[in-house]
Structure formats: C-alpha cells, structure tokens
C-alpha cells in the first residue's frame, strides 16, 4: 500500500438510516488519522495525506505497540474534563511540535479506531467487507494486548441502542452516529458512509476566498448541491487556521460564482462545516474546519 492512502468519507443525512445489515459507530469529534506501522517506525497522515506525525507523537509512541505493516483508519481526539473537546483537538493539530508536547503533557490523545486498511497477515484489507474488516481489527489489538490510548469505537446492529447512542453521547462531546453496510468495501475518496450529527451543519469544499490568501476576509465554498457561495467574513481565529491553506495552494485565478460574485479560486484540500439554514442563501455560515 502506498503512502498517503486515500480515505473512505461519509455523506450527512438528516435521519438515522435504518435497514438489514447496518452497522453503527459514534461518531468522535477529532480529526481524521490514518497510522501506518512500518517496519521501524509508525507515521500518521491527514484525510489530506498529510504528514502530522510530530504533533501527534503521543499516538505514533502508542503505535509501536502494532505489529509491522499495520495500516489503520481512525480519529484522533482529546478528552479535556471527561469530555471529547473537539477545540483541543484543534489546537492539537494546528500546533508546532514544540507546543504539541506541552499540550500533550496536559492532554494526551486518544486514536479512535474505526477502521483496518492493511493487516500484518492478511495484506491490503480494503477489498474485504466492513464485518470482516471489523473482526480482522478486534483480533488484532486483542492479540497484541492493546488499549488506550488505541482502542476500536463501539458498534452495534441493533438500533435501539444506536438511538439511545444518539440521545445519551451528546453531552460527553460524541457528535452523532456513523452508519455502514456490512457487505460494503472500503473505498478511499468515497462518500460510501452515512453520518447524523445533533449540529445542524454540511460539509462544503472551500474553492476559494477573498481578499490576500495570509487574511481571507470570505470564503468561496462549493455546496452539496453544486452551488459555490461565500462565507460570512470570518472572524479571526477562523481566518488564521484557513490562511496557511491557502498561502500554501499558491498561485489563484480569478473566477465568479453563479451569482456574479468575483473571488480568487484556488486548489485546496480543505472542508469547512457551513449551518445547514444557511445554505439557500448566497452567503453561508462557517461554523469550522474539517
């Protein structure tokens, strides 16, 4: 398997799916990592392909526990009071690795693992269907005696208890469910998953932006329906995390949106949360980055 591996996504809908052989998982409130265990070391990539290894060394420590030529799909989260705070996350992942110690002295992480893209054994896994995929991991960390900081999410088939999930979660910081089909294979770059979350939010591409890349003053995101509209100006700390973005993209064009609207388009690997009321409108809100 090669490095970045490309990753499964999930499509939000606005009701629990029900039907024969689903499975369902909380969904953590983190950020999206992918654990490599090489033969002498263990690297961690973005949903991006991104190598965040440095500020996530808490976990790559933890990953040596895995045997070589391990590959796993997981979120990287921080429990602050009890609770998944997704803005310690954050902090986290936009951090230098000189911060990221210091933060992880305070806060260590935890991998949510949800997912087995390459087993020691069996080889490249995505191929296979969710359920033996799900097994293959449970064995693997049962084997090697692993657990916290990693540990496989919950799952069930039963949506009873994926209800009382839903209902129960939300105050430690669980922001809704993720469903699968058993039968289903992994396929990187898909949105083949399905998620419900209590935050009435989408998820939307950012495409471009206003003003100098080092200080966007709006955003030019593309919609679930194919739309591109702007953001409200951002505020500040929003600004600062989606700057670095886009100094790094380089060079923009100029480009319009349906509307008329004229904005720098540029190529980035970047998802936004816009609330979900504002999306018929030509200015959007922006809640966070993905």
């Not at 921080?78 to 996350?89: E, T």
């Not at 997912?115 to 269907?129: E, K, N, S, W, Y």
Request: avoid cysteine; proline fraction near 6%; charge should be positive.
């Amino acid at each position: 398997m090669d490095w970045p591996v490309s990753v499964a996504l999930a499509q939000a809908v606005p009701t629990l799916p029900q039907g024969k052989g689903l499975h369902y998982e909380p969904k953590f409130d983190g950020h999206r990592l992918v654990l490599w265990r090489d033969a002498e070391t263990v690297r961690l990539q973005t949903r991006s392909g991104r190598d965040v290894t440095a500020v996530w060394m808490d976990l790559a420590v933890a990953g040596l526990q895995l045997p070589p030529r391990t590959v796993l799909d997981g979120e990287g989260i921080v429990y602050v009071d009890g609770r998944v705070d997704f803005g310690a996350a954050q902090s986290r992942a936009n951090s230098t690795p000189a911060r990221a110690r210091e933060l992880a002295a305070r806060w260590p992480a935890h991998l949510a693992l949800f997912d087995i893209l390459q087993h020691p054994d069996v080889g490249d896994t995505r191929a296979l269907p969710y359920v033996e995929r799900r097994g293959l991991l449970e064995e693997l960390l049962e084997d090697h005696g692993i657990g916290p900081p990693l540990q496989a999410v919950p799952t069930t088939t039963d949506i009873a208890t994926a209800r009382l999930w839903y209902e129960s979660l939300h105050g430690i910081g669980i922001e809704g469910l993720v469903v699968k089909a058993g039968s289903s294979v992994y396929r990187g770059g898909s949105r083949q998953w399905r998620k419900v979350r209590h935050a009435e939010t989408v998820d939307a591409a950012v495409v471009g932006y206003t003003g100098p890349a080092a200080r966007p003053r709006h955003l030019a995101v593309l919609l679930p329906d194919g739309r591109t509209a702007f953001s409200q100006t951002l505020a500040a700390p929003l600004a600062a995390q989606v700057a670095p973005h886009l100094v790094a993209a380089g060079r923009a064009r100029r480009a319009r949106t349906g509307t008329g609207d004229a904005y720098n388009a540029t190529e980035v690997d970047l998802v936004v949360e816009v609330l979900a009321g504002t999306t018929r409108h030509a200015v959007v809100t922006v809640t966070r980055v993905r």
